[in-house]
């Protein structure tokens, strides 16, 4: 599942929709993990996203923030797991969600987490089928921060030294956000595909 569901404020754009390489964003973001899912949806605008050939569908709570993509793409998802991705991370690499993906299909947690020094990462993360009905409760009941969606579950979290062999968390979470970003991401990718 891919979050296409946010404001892009700062962007003063849609950053979804944002060329890298020749390829808006959100289409790079399904091209990387297409590969490694069973299928593609993404959270989000059925009109806005259209003509870019992808399975889109709406926002089930909308006006909430990432806790409502998440909950839409956990309601639609019909997989024992979940892939969780936003659609602002361009530094993903399918190795390191290869590696990630492998930790949870053998954890006995309801849900995987990565953990940088800066936080945890809930929209790159893996989520068993049992999320599902306890984030649409917390939704139901007003939280909106992910992480407090996820009370009462047995979250793992995944330590960026786990990976370090692997990737380096100093980029591989980083968002686009401003156009200073997208900037910085064009200089760095520009002409690379997503593998």
């Not at 992910?146 to 793992?156: E, F, H, I, P, S």
């Amino acid at each position: 599942m891919v979050l296409a569901g946010g404001q892009s404020s700062r962007m003063g754009s849609d950053k979804a929709l944002l060329d890298i390489g020749g390829v808006p964003l959100l289409v790079r973001t399904a091209r990387l993990v297409e590969p490694l899912v069973a299928a593609v949806t993404v959270v989000g605008s059925p009109e806005r996203y259209a003509a870019l050939g992808l399975r889109v569908i709406p926002d089930h709570w909308t006006g909430i923030g990432p806790l409502g993509g998440l909950g839409t793409a956990l309601r639609a998802s019909t997989t024992p797991w979940s892939l969780v991705v936003g659609c602002d991370l361009p530094y993903l690499t399918a190795t390191w969600l290869d590696w990630f993906m492998a930790r949870a299909l053998a954890s006995q947690a309801d849900a995987l987490l990565p953990q940088t020094i800066h936080g945890l990462e809930p929209l790159c993360a893996m989520y068993g089928a049992t999320c599902a009905p306890v984030v649409a409760a917390a939704i139901e009941a007003g939280v909106h921060k992910v992480t407090d969606g996820l009370r009462g579950l047995a979250v793992q979290m995944v330590r960026e030294e786990e990976w370090k062999g692997i990737e380096s968390a100093d980029v591989l979470f980083k968002n686009m956000n401003t156009p200073e970003d997208y900037a910085e991401v064009r200089a760095k990718l520009e002409g690379k595909t997503a593998k």
